[in-house]
């Protein structure tokens, strides 16, 4: 089955403490995303990757970081985290192009709590 | 950063009604692509429109790009339980794609 694949689901953290979130896709595609949701600001873009090695931030990329050192997987990596950037995290993934058919794949969210 | 604006931000139905959400930009869109969030949910990819003045339909769902590619509209047709959730638009391209703040649709019977 097609899929993006994140883990874990749910977590909580204390503020400082290194973290780092899983999301891997079985597609093949070259996109990858992370986002975040927050009440009434919608989905916000943190970082993007074009394809492997190639990395860039989006609209909210403080105090997070990404790599892509595989195809497959895209990590999400927060160093000290801290309870602004408690949320729910989506990694989505896209084969591109202007197709008429080719939007995201989202994985199932991680809820992330930092206290 | 570029700003996209859906209105309404929620719109309570009764089931068989009408439904309609607007996505708007002060500057030209790219792409609009629609995505449906069910709740507790993750956003579902519906349809993608690139040129100006599109169509396109998904059974009860229509959906449009503005001659000027400024707006975009999602309009459900006799609304069902099934629809509820929190519909999205989203401009840009396949790695910087920005979403709208979102509609959330209540349907009850």
């Known amino acids: 089955e097609a899929q993006v694949t994140q883990n874990p689901r749910y977590l909580i953290t204390v503020t400082g403490k290194k973290l780092t979130v899983t999301c891997s896709q079985n597609?093949?595609?070259?996109?990858m995303s992370w986002y975040r949701q927050d009440p009434g600001l919608g989905l916000r873009q943190i970082y993007y990757?074009?394809?492997?090695?190639?990395?860039d931030k989006g609209d909210v990329p403080e105090g997070y970081k990404v790599s892509r050192k595989e195809k497959r997987n895209f990590p999400l990596i927060l160093e000290s985290p801290s309870p602004n950037q408690t949320s729910l995290y989506f990694c989505?993934?896209?084969?591109?192009?202007?197709?008429?058919?080719?939007?995201?794949?989202f994985g199932s969210g991680t809820r992330l709590t930092v206290v | 950063g570029q700003q996209v604006m859906q209105i309404p931000q929620y719109q309570h139905v009764q089931e068989g009604e009408d439904f309609t959400t607007y996505c708007n930009s002060s500057?030209?869109?790219?792409?609009i692509q629609w995505y449906k969030q069910r709740p507790g949910g993750h956003p579902v990819f519906l349809i993608q429109?690139?040129?100006?003045?599109e169509v396109k339909k998904q059974k009860r769902l229509t959906f449009q790009f503005g001659e000027a590619k400024k707006n975009s509209s999602l309009h459900i047709t006799a609304t069902q339980t099934t629809d509820v959730g929190t519909y999205f638009c989203?401009?840009?391209?396949?790695?910087?794609?920005?979403f709208g703040t979102g509609t959330r649709l209540q349907v009850t019977l």
């Open positions: 597609m093949n595609h070259e996109y």
């Open positions: 989505a993934s896209s084969g591109g192009g202007a197709r008429g058919n080719d939007g995201y794949t």
């Open positions: 500057t030209t869109l790219s792409n």
């Open positions: 989203a401009d840009g391209t396949a790695s910087k794609l920005t």
């Open positions: 990757s074009m394809n492997v090695e190639v990395t």
């Open positions: 429109l690139v040129k100006s003045g």
